[in-house]
């Protein structure tokens, strides 16, 4: 790890002002700190954003807004996120270890870097860190890489379970920067990779993330459900996050969401589209899954993510009916 200034900001406004090119935002640091020591980040300031006055999470009128340093763990175990959006809490409580989830930070854990090993290997080839120099996943190991949305320049996958839940609820991501403030919908927030891997957000350099927002929680029952190799702190193999209206047997709303399975959280529009109005049938769950996995990619060794996601799909929505 190479030598760095510090710096602790008191406000978003001082935080925005003390950054300048080759400097990087520091909260938990939970995934920050480690890819310091792989030598796969090298900031040359680090701005410690952790005990800005942005760490409350309060109900406003219908809708939840949480600060972007509150801890996972306090998330997770928030009275109104448990009352309210319950599929959150469960997405959180998925993801990481206890000690992990009571440092990292909200903000953090959407920002969180992909655990590719090609981009964790400074000694490899990888479009994500070094632009142009290749993406060796592609023809290496690529058994939890993407199978929607990849490029020819990387097949990396999004590692958080938290953003997978909140595209399924149609967050809002708060940001203040150089250039004012703005507010960011989720999905949008990630990038699929396209011929710029090395971008994994929609982000400009000095932007803070402050809040998410969560709108009213929609009309029907959720579910937060992650397949992965062992029972605890590890990555999905795919994950989804679901909500469901079904009245008199007729899906009236809909909302899917998939992770570990592309470069962002993934939102199933196909699916949903093939859903909503039709009968809550297990066939019905069946072809708009398909219809949603038609358009995946998969690579020789990851080609069993297609019926595992379609799979989980169906299998979620069935839970989900009444």
């Not at 699916?271 to 038609?294: D, K, N, R, S, Y």
Request: hydrophobic share 45%; glycine share 8%.
């Amino acid at each position: 790890m190479r030598s760095f200034e510090y710096a602790r900001a008191d406000s978003p406004p001082d935080a925005v002002r003390r950054f300048r090119p080759g400097a990087m935002y520091l909260g938990g640091g939970t995934n920050l700190v480690d890819l310091m020591r792989l030598g796969v980040a090298e900031p040359d300031r680090l701005v410690d954003v952790s005990r800005l006055p942005l760490d409350a999470i309060e109900q406003i009128r219908d809708r939840l807004r949480i600060g972007a340093v509150v801890r996972n763990s306090d998330l997770a175990a928030d009275p109104l996120v448990h009352a309210r959006y319950p599929m959150l809490a469960r997405a959180v409580l998925s993801g990481a270890s206890g000690q992990v989830r009571n440092m990292a930070t909200v903000a953090g854990n959407l920002l969180q870097r992909t655990r590719c090993a090609y981009f964790q290997d400074v000694s490899r080839p990888c479009n994500k860190r070094r632009p142009g120099s290749g993406c060796p996943a592609i023809e290496g190991d690529h058994a939890n890489l993407a199978v929607l949305g990849r490029s020819d320049a990387c097949v990396a996958t999004h590692p958080s379970d938290l953003a997978v839940a909140l595209a399924a609820l149609e967050a809002e991501v708060h940001v203040t920067g150089p250039a004012g403030d703005r507010i960011i919908p989720m999905p949008g927030l990630h990038r699929l990779p396209g011929d710029a891997p090395e971008q994994d957000t929609v982000l400009e350099p000095g932007d803070l993330i402050t809040a998410v927002e969560l709108p009213a929680p929609p009309p029907g029952a959720s579910a937060y459900r992650k397949v992965r190799e062992r029972a605890s702190f590890a990555f999905a193999l795919v994950s989804i996050a679901a909500v469901m209206d079904v009245r008199d047997g007729i899906v009236a709303g809909c909302r899917i969401a998939l992770g570990g399975v592309a470069h962002a959280p993934w939102r199933a529009e196909r699916a949903e589209e093939a859903i909503i109005g039709g009968p809550a049938t297990g066939a019905a769950f069946l072809a708009a899954a398909e219809a949603e996995l038609a358009q995946a990619r998969p690579l020789p060794r990851n080609a069993f993510k297609v019926p595992l996601a379609r799979n989980l799909i169906v299998s979620t929505l069935e839970e989900l009916t009444p």
